[in-house]
């Protein structure tokens, strides 16, 4: 006789139990957590902070590779080019360390992961740019 009843007339007699409230409310609680971490990209404060130092650590190598390769085709010549490639790939880093071209200004150490990133993009170069005036011209204070 319950179910001859409208599904609106038995929603709006029906009273969970506090039991009821406390499980439902703790499975969803479970279950928002479950896909949070999953499929929305929520992280651990300990895996936020180990991809902010990754990405970091990962941008001053590229900045550091940038001016490298720079430094690089400023002062390098073809020959040195030519010698960078036959250098086996493994090796390439420290011809690079080597030659000088990683080293800043103001820095001790060599920033790490750049010496390789230099290797990559210089080797992928077919020749070194052409100089312009404006490359050799010194600039002065006056």
Do not use: H
Not at 12 to 36: D, L, N, Q, R, Y
Not at 67 to 85: D, G, H, I, P, R
Not at 106 to 111: P, Q, R, Y
């Amino acid at each position: 006789m319950a179910q001859d009843r409208k599904f609106a007339d038995r929603w709006s007699e029906f009273k969970p139990s506090k039991t009821m409230w406390f499980w439902t409310t703790a499975g969803a609680v479970v279950v928002t957590m479950i896909v949070g971490f999953t499929a929305g990209g929520w992280v651990t404060g300990g895996s936020a902070r180990s991809m902010a130092e990754d990405a970091a650590r990962d941008g001053r190598a590229e900045l550091a590779s940038s001016l490298c390769v720079e430094k690089f085709t400023a002062s390098a010549t073809a020959a040195n080019l030519a010698e960078l490639k036959e250098t086996s790939s493994y090796q390439q880093d420290n011809f690079i360390e080597d030659g000088g071209w990683t080293t800043l200004a103001g820095l001790e150490d060599a920033v790490p992961g750049a010496a390789d990133l230099c290797a990559d993009e210089l080797v992928a170069l077919e020749s070194l740019p052409p100089r312009t005036a404006v490359d050799t011209v010194p600039l002065t204070d006056g």
